[in-house]
């Protein structure tokens, strides 16, 4: 009685059939674990930057006018850049020290050529003319994965200026009333955009008022 079995080019069918499935479904398998990747990077990123706009909103509602010690003009200590933003905050550069602090913002190249967002914080003297102690100061990553910041201001010259958009704040003896910042990814894509209205704040312990000449940065008591 003749065996019934399978032929060897029945076999040969089977195992391309069996490895051409198994590719395909590990191809999907790859493709859903890629998508499962790229959707939580994406989370992440939108966490962060969810955080970082609330800090920078927080950061802008205490900025302090504090004067430069500069007897020829009225100049605050605020600079708008279109790549980088300074100005002065209420609250103290750290945990142990009191007064102001000047505050940073930028993009700055990290090693492998990512780039950051970073904010800097220093604590001003009693005779600050610019915003050098920040070039000292360690900087803080906020947002990672940035390629560019993009500032822009609004506001007038004066009272009787119409106010307007710019990409770099001019009036020195004026701080500006709304302050936007674009975030740009190293595909020039947009991560980011958001708007924050800046409210001026009057720094604790200080007997004069936030505009007078003779308000000086609160020292920690020795």
Not at 1 to 14: N, S
Not at 19 to 24: E, G, K, N
Not at 137 to 142: C, D, G, S
Not at 174 to 194: A, C, E, N, S, T
Request: proline share 5%; with cysteine.
């Amino acid at each position: 009685m003749a065996q019934k079995g399978f032929t060897l080019l029945e076999m040969v069918i089977a195992m391309v059939l069996l490895a051409a499935m198994l590719s395909m479904a590990w191809g999907g398998l790859s493709f859903a674990l890629k998508a499962w990747d790229i959707g939580e990077e994406k989370g992440h990123r939108t966490a962060d930057w969810r955080l970082t706009q609330n800090f920078l909103r927080r950061e802008l509602s205490e900025l302090f006018p504090m004067r430069f010690k500069d007897a020829t003009t009225l100049k605050f200590a605020f600079d708008g850049q279109p790549r980088r933003l300074r100005f002065v905050s209420s609250r103290p550069a750290g945990l142990a020290a009191g007064g102001l602090s000047l505050v940073g913002l930028e993009v700055e190249s990290a090693a492998g050529g990512e780039g950051r967002f970073i904010m800097r914080r220093a604590q001003p003297d009693d005779d600050a003319v610019d915003f050098a102690p920040l070039d000292k100061a360690e900087p803080t990553v906020l947002l990672k994965g940035v390629d560019s910041i993009e500032f822009s201001y609004f506001g007038g010259e004066n009272d009787l200026t119409e106010p307007k958009w710019t990409g770099e704040w001019t009036f020195p003896g004026r701080i500006p009333q709304l302050v936007r910042m674009v975030v740009k990814d190293r595909d020039g894509q947009v991560q980011g955009d958001f708007i924050a209205r800046t409210f001026l704040a009057e720094e604790a312990g200080c007997l004069e008022n936030a505009f007078q000449r003779g308000c000086r940065p609160r020292r920690p008591n020795p």
